[in-house]
């Protein structure tokens, strides 16, 4: 017979007497394994028993002979398998926490387990040193299952982001704003490990208490615009947390002197208003093409309708290439492409419509599609 097989296959057990010649009568016993048995079983009759097992696992089939010179027994063991079926739920468990297949999280360098119910449940551990391998952040993994008895197998994508503990957590406010008005407040804010994360800001005056919330991919300078409707001086904390944990770091006072749209101005005796125009942050950037992809040769950066061929693009974070050029399109070379899952932030200031006005996009690389790390 095979050594496997599949639940409600027909397996075919063969048993053949070798002993010639013998005397008396030849009965056997043959058991499946399974609590299926066949007394008085002759070989010489019938050598051939078909047989199907109803469910999975390991059985040891047995034959048990005796004539009046000879008592034999022979035995020989079988694996029976269920045939593949899509995964069932799919969970990753990493400090406590419990998190879904579509958005697995784990603390980097710690044991994570990857759980896989259905008929007989399965884990997989992924230990600090094939964490190590990756690398902190998000990865894409695919998980296979195979057997004997299913000619194709099952996959299923599995988005991993391993996540390393917030620690270095820098925040720069400017000490004055004296443009007016000051709709938004720009804080610098550098993080040396943990992200992504949410960032918390929280603006606290005399009289007044306001808060935004604002996503960090990662954790190179970046300039967040924070919306204020404050004047006076106040205090700007930020906390930074992730699925882990969290840090808090004080950025400081600032000051706004104004904040309303008008102020006024007293010219002799009349007095009139004269209305102070900000610096918008409102220039949309478009990105070509919008998700580049390892082997993309070039990102081409532009803003619809601009024609200031003096527009100053500058980039910050993850920046292979010089930080600062003046053009009104700006092409990225591959080689100044940021590293793969790294962050480059471009900022473009120019004049539209006679006023300075800017705008911030960011530029990551992944990887294709078919790129994809195989557990097994």
């Known amino acids: 017979m095979s050594k496997l097989a599949a639940v409600f296959d027909n397996i075919t057990i063969t048993v053949k007497w070798l002993l010639h010649p013998f005397q008396g009568n030849l009965t056997c016993t043959l058991s499946a394994g399974d609590g299926h048995i066949i007394d008085n079983y002759s070989p010489e009759e019938m050598e051939n028993v078909v047989h199907k097992y109803s469910r999975a696992g390991v059985f040891t089939v047995g034959v048990e002979c005796s004539t009046s010179e000879w008592h034999v027994t022979a ?8 045939p593949l ?5 799919i969970k990753c468990h990493s400090m406590n926490q419990s998190t879904d297949y579509t958005n697995c999280k784990a603390l980097y360098n710690n044991p994570l387990k990857i759980q896989v119910e259905g008929i007989v449940p399965h884990d997989i551990p992924v230990s600090p040193e094939v964490q190590q391998k990756l690398g902190p952040g998000c990865h894409q993994l695919t998980l ?3 057997n004997g008895v299913t000619p194709k197998d099952v996959s299923t994508v599995l988005d991993l982001c391993l996540v390393e503990p917030v620690e270095g957590l820098v925040v720069d406010v400017e000490l004055e704003h004296e443009q007016c008005p000051v709709r938004v407040l720009q804080v610098n804010v550098t993080l040396a490990r943990g992200a992504p994360v949410q960032l918390h800001f929280m603006l606290s005056g005399a009289n007044y208490t306001f808060s935004e919330m604002h996503e960090m991919l990662h954790g190179g300078p970046q300039l967040f615009h924070v919306s204020n409707t404050i004047q006076g001086t106040f205090n700007v904390v930020v906390r930074a947390e992730n699925s882990f944990s969290s840090m808090e770091t004080d950025g400081g006072n600032t000051t706004v002197y104004c904040h309303n749209e008008t102020v006024n101005q007293q010219d002799g005796d009349t007095i009139g208003e004269h209305v102070r125009i900000p610096r918008a942050f409102n220039l949309h950037i478009t990105v070509d093409p919008e998700i580049p992809v390892i082997g993309t040769t070039s990102v081409k950066l532009s803003v619809d309708k601009l024609n200031d061929d ?3 693009w500058t980039c ?3 920046c292979p290439c010089p930080a600062k050029v003046r053009t009104r399109d700006y092409e990225i ?3 100044c492409l940021p590293p793969v899952y790294s962050f480059s932030e471009y900022t473009v200031l120019a004049t539209s419509h006679g006023h300075k006005q800017t705008g911030t996009r960011c530029i990551t690389v992944i990887p294709r599609e078919n790129m994809k790390l ?3």
């Open 75 to 82: 035995h020989k063991i079988i694996t029976i398998q269920e």
């Open 316 to 318: 910050s974070g993850t």
């Open 333 to 335: 070379s591959e080689a």
């Open 310 to 312: 003096n527009a100053l």
């Open 85 to 89: 079926g899509e995964f069932g739920t």
């Open 374 to 376: 195989t557990l097994t």
């Open 144 to 146: 296979v299952a195979l």
